[in-house]
T-cell receptor, first 112, second 116 residues
């Protein structure tokens, strides 16, 4: 069966450190992988998209890697700040249009 | 300006009632969605409409009926509400799928439905 797995346990890190979140998937062949941020009581907000033929994508303090052999994406936040505390969701796009499937999200807590 | 807006934000109702959640997007997108997020935070697609036409209808009880009067609006009507319908319902929209943007989705703020 198809699965998208993110660590359901919260990740607690100290301010200034690099946070690394993992997204693993099985029985998918995504053309794209996306990362979203969700704050409590709010809707998810798009952060980054990476294509299957890209190994890495960066945006300011964010970096995403995509390994289609390992079927895994890593999401890094460097120089983390308390304001980065949120739930981060990965989502797979199967290139069929109109169909984005989300993982369960990982909650990140950055402590000052 | 709010890109995707949905109302009401909070809704508490009794079992057996019928309720609607309204959604509007001002992004000019062709595709709109309803997602459900349960207590475990899993976000699951319920429906997708493209230019007022139903594209995706995941395994959802037929008590849930989406209605799209035009491509900027997608409302969700729920009949005979059950306790298990309690969740957060997100409306969302996206541009047509492209090689550049993939299928980036813009979400509303959510509607918290509690059935008692």
């Amino acid at each position: 069966s198809q699965k998208i797995e993110q660590n359901s346990e919260a990740l607690n890190i100290q301010e200034g450190k690099t946070a690394t979140l993992t997204c693993n998937y099985t029985n998918y062949s995504p053309a794209y992988l996306q990362w979203y941020r969700q704050d409590p009581g709010r809707g998810p907000v798009f952060l980054l998209l990476i294509r299957e033929n890209e190994k890495e994508k960066r945006k300011e303090r964010l970096k995403v890697t995509f390994d289609t052999t390992l079927k895994q994406s890593l999401f890094h936040i460097t120089a983390s700040q308390p304001a980065d505390s949120a739930t981060y969701l990965c989502a797979l796009d199967n290139n069929a249009g109109n169909m984005l499937t989300f993982g369960g999200g990982t909650r990140l807590m950055v402590k000052p | 300006d709010t890109a995707v807006s949905q109302t009401p934000k909070y809704l508490v109702t009794q079992m057996g009632n019928d309720k609607s959640i309204k959604c509007e997007q001002n992004l000019g997108h062709d595709t709109m969605y309803w997602y459900k997020q349960d207590s475990k935070k899993f976000l699951k697609i319920m429906f997708s409409y493209n230019n007022k036409e139903l594209i995706i209808n995941e395994t959802v009880p037929n008590r849930f009926s989406p209605k799209s009067p035009d491509k900027a609006h997608l409302n969700l009507h729920i009949n005979s509400l059950e306790l298990g319908d309690s969740a957060v319902y997100f409306c969302a929209s996206s541009q047509a799928f492209s090689d550049v943007s993939g299928n980036t989705i813009y979400f509303g703020e959510g509607s918290w439905l509690t059935v008692v």
